[in-house]
Structure formats: C-alpha cells, structure tokens
C-alpha cells in the first residue's frame, strides 16, 4: 500500500511540475510577443517592458571574406530608438519558437525568424534569447542572431 501511495504522489508532482514548466513557457512566450508587437506598432515603449535595463544584443554574421564575426555595440537605448523612430514600413520579424529550456529563474529560447519591411522580404535568421525571471515577470536579458539573404526556409 505504501509503495502504490508513494506512485501516486510522484505521479501528481510529476503533473504540477509539467503544468508549472507550461505556464512558465507561455509567459516567456508573452514577453517575447510583446518585444515582436512593439516593433510592429514601432512602440518603443511597449518593447521595452519586455527587456531588462542591462540587455545585451549580439549579431553572428559572415564578413566579405567569408569569416564568422561577432557584431555588438547595440544597447537596449539604441535598439528602442530605432524601433520608435517613424519609418515608412512596418518592420515585422516573423519568429516560431522552435525550443523553451528553463531552469530556475533562467529560459533559453531558440526562434527561427523572417524579417518583413513592409510586405517585402528582407532576411533571416535564429534569435536566440536568454531570458531571467524577476518579480516583475520574465525579461529578456541577452539576444543573439544570425541574419542571413540566402537560404532562408520557405
């Protein structure tokens, strides 16, 4: 009896720690839509509630010679300026998040994207986010990308 009485309380944490993971995951979700509905909106506001004030932003690209470099330098400051200076297109960058890994107060997100301006088609890539859980919600405290013309998935 003991041994059945054992299972069945294993198999319940079991079920509330895959619940707690879900509601996590859509929460992370959440913040990483609003970072996509204000570029949208170009709502520099709105973006910025879902990042933390010490956010850092890296790009991987590809030099004329073909080597691989590490871009950097843009601050979250520079990031919502671009994003809340009017510009003609909406700029829409289309993510499915493909894998949320959590632990702790610590997500990792890895998201395949398009890059719109307008309806016209600019370029590809991954976001990659790490996100840090505050008593404000998650926020996304780091981004790196690839960004990429050419064979980008249909």
Known sequence: MK???SL????????????????????????ISILFDG???????????AFDKKAVFHSISA????????VSGETLQDFAKAI???HPDVWDERVSIEEIKINGNLASVWAPYKFYRGDKFSHCGIDS???MKT??????IYVVDTRLKDNCPE
């Open 129 to 131: 986010f790490q996100l």
């Open 39 to 49: 570029m949208r909106k170009g709502d520099s506001t709105l973006l910025k509630t």
């Open 63 to 70: 030099s004329a010679a073909g080597e691989t470099k590490l």
């Open 84 to 86: 809340g200076t009017p």
């Open 3 to 5: 041994v059945l009485l």
């Open 8 to 31: 069945v309380l294993l198999g319940m944490s079991l079920a509330v720690a895959a619940q707690d993971q879900s509601a996590e995951k859509e929460a992370i979700k959440k913040t």
């Open 135 to 140: 008593t404000a919600g998650w926020k996304i």
